[in-house]
């Protein structure tokens, strides 16, 4: 996987004439416009939209207002592609979409996770920005107004409605798509999850959560069964877990975050965040694999998310412990 200059990014995008973009399975804000933000580039660049398959299967109805949501496809519609652009995605099995990877003549990836090491032709990796539609912004010179407006639902998606990781950088972004005439308190309205589902599984969890306190941290634990979610959540696909964080992170303040919510595999996905420095999401989520704690995960120093079987209490009490133990030794 090479890096490859923004000069030589835009011939490879123009010269080719069909294009394939995935990302990670369950999209969030973020995967999904990023997505669309490469569509909208490629778009006002001259590209036929027959042309472009925007692959995402499932997502969740909250983000039905991003723009050209209306041209997801649930499958690719071609064998080959000229090009396949991998977008807010860092291991292969969250990849929705394996199999058109390797079946493209080339490919780009964008990514912003700690450990990236899905094989493309080219990448544009950027741990410390905020958003992967952050990192398209700098690189897809675009002014095109859905093209814009997909970078801050992006950049507001994936900092928790701009309270997580907000960089100097990213409130540059914001000044510089207000300048260009987006409505971000708009965009902050639409991607407020408090709807009445999420209220109800925000009390479930903070009736069950409870705090591990630490001489520098706390940590608020808490978790979801398959017997808390409607029929259509139970997979998990199209419940917004980020809502659920989101509003519970309101409620704990600076406390960090331990989420469990069990999916129809006898599995749970875990989610944790965190405000203090000195922890890394990312690393624990490695180290947890490496014991054999957690089935898999990563993320970022801030966030990470990790799959794991077994008792929920035996879990939350691992991810705790190798926190505790971060904090220590930094």
Known sequence: ??????????????????????????????????????????????????????????????????????????????????????????????????????????SICFDHHEKTSINTNYSFIDILAPSCSVIIYKILPCTNRNFLNCVAIGLISDTMNLTLNVTNSAKNIIKELKNFGIDINFLLSKLNYKNNRTIQLVKIAKERGYFINTKNNSIFCSYLFQKDLLDSEKSLNELNHKAIIFELQQLINNSSLILLIENNKGEFKGSLRTHNQKINLSNICLKLVEKGKIIKGGGHSYSAGFTAKGNYNDIIKSVACEIITNIKES
């Open 1 to 106: 996987m090479d890096t490859i200059s923004t000069e030589n990014l835009s011939k490879t995008m123009l010269n080719a004439n069909t294009f394939a973009i995935i990302t990670h399975k369950r999209p969030d804000g973020d995967a999904i416009s990023s997505a669309l933000a490469i569509f909208w580039y490629l778009i006002d660049s001259g590209k036929s939209k027959d042309n472009i398959d925007v692959i995402i299967p499932e997502f969740n109805n909250d983000f039905s207002f991003i723009p050209g949501i209306e041209y997801l496809k649930k499958f690719n519609t071609k064998k080959h592609y000229d090009l396949v652009i991998v977008v807010d995605c860092a291991t292969l099995h969250l990849l929705k979409g394996c199999n058109i990877l390797k079946n493209a003549k080339q």
